[in-house]
T-cell receptor, first 114, second 112 residues
Framework: ETGVTQSPTHLIKTRGQQVTLRCSSQ?????VSWYQQALGQGPQFIFQ???????GRGNFPPRFSGLQFPNYSSELNVNALELDDSALYLC?????????????FGPGTRLTVL | AQSVTQLGSHVSVSEGALVLLRCNYS??????LFWYVQYPNQGLQLLLK??????LVKGINGFEAEFKKSETSFHLTKPSAHMSDAAEYFC??????????FGTGTSLTVIP
C-alpha cells in the first residue's frame, strides 16, 4: 500500500509568482484535503476535494485554488504569492468524507516566498 | 466555528514519567476529536480519535485520551514516557462543512 506522497519537497518562489503543489493520495482514497502549516503553528484547513469537486473550504482567499483528478491525485495552486504564504503545505487523503474518517498525511512541501 | 486550545506549547517530562498534554475545544454539539503526532520533517500521524463511543479512547504507542463533555476537554496521556515520544502533538476537531481545526500544538521533550 503506497502512502500519501507530495512533490516537490522544497520550493523557493518570489513574491507575485504562482506555484503548483502536487499530491498523490493513498491507494483506495477518494478524498484529499490541503492544509497550510506556518512555522510554530498548527495546520490550517485550506480545502477538501471529493470526486473532483471542492467539498469544503477554510478561510483562504480565492488565489488558493485546487484540482482533483480522476485518479484522485490533487494539485494546490497559489497565485500572486505573498511573503506570508511561506509555510509547510500538507496534503491528507481519506476514504470518503465522513467527519470521523482518519486522514493520512503526506510529508509536506516546504514553500519559501522571498 | 470550532476552536481548539492546547495549553502549554512546550512540555518536558523525564523518561518514565507521566505524559499529560491538554486540549480543550469549543462546541455546542458533540464533536469528533483527534490527536495527531508530528515527528521532525514528517507528516502527521493519527494517535487516536473520539467518535462518541467510549469516552476513554486508547490509541497507538500506549497513548490514551478521555473525552469530558462537562469540561470540554480531551487531554492526552501516557503512563510512562519514552525517548521516542519526543515530537509535536496536535489536537484537532472536525465539524460539519468538512472543516478540520487543529490546535497550535504542544512540543514534548523527554529528558533521559
Amino acid at each position: 500500500e503506497t502512502g500519501v506522497t507530495q512533490s516537490p519537497t522544497h520550493l523557493i518562489k518570489t513574491r507575485g509568482q504562482q506555484v503548483t503543489l502536487r499530491c498523490s493520495s493513498q491507494s483506495g482514497h477518494n478524498t484529499v484535503s490541503w492544509y497550510q502549516q506556518a512555522l510554530g503553528q498548527g495546520p490550517q484547513f485550506i480545502f477538501q476535494y471529493y470526486r473532483e469537486e471542492e467539498n469544503g473550504r477554510g478561510n483562504f482567499p480565492p488565489r488558493f485554488s485546487g484540482l482533483q483528478f480522476p485518479n484522485y491525485s490533487s494539485e494546490l495552486n497559489v497565485n500572486a504569492l505573498e511573503l506570508d504564504d511561506s509555510a509547510l503545505y500538507l496534503c491528507a487523503s481519506s476514504s470518503g468524507t465522513s467527519l470521523n474518517n482518519e486522514q493520512f498525511f503526506g510529508p509536506g512541501t516546504r514553500l519559501t516566498v522571498l | 466555528a470550532q476552536s481548539v486550545t492546547q495549553l502549554g506549547s512546550h512540555v518536558s517530562v523525564s523518561e518514565g514519567a507521566l505524559v499529560l498534554l491538554r486540549c480543550n475545544y469549543s462546541s455546542s454539539v458533540p464533536p469528533y476529536l483527534f490527536w495527531y503526532v508530528q515527528y521532525p520533517n514528517q507528516g502527521l500521524q493519527l494517535l487516536l480519535k473520539y467518535t462518541s463511543a467510549a469516552t476513554l479512547v486508547k490509541g497507538i504507542n500506549g497513548f490514551e485520551a478521555e473525552f469530558k463533555k462537562s469540561e470540554t476537554s480531551f487531554h492526552l496521556t501516557k503512563p510512562s514516557a519514552h525517548m521516542s515520544d519526543a515530537a509535536e502533538y496536535f489536537c484537532a476537531v472536525s465539524e460539519a462543512g468538512n472543516q478540520f481545526y487543529f490546535g497550535t500544538g504542544t512540543s514534548l521533550t523527554v529528558i533521559p
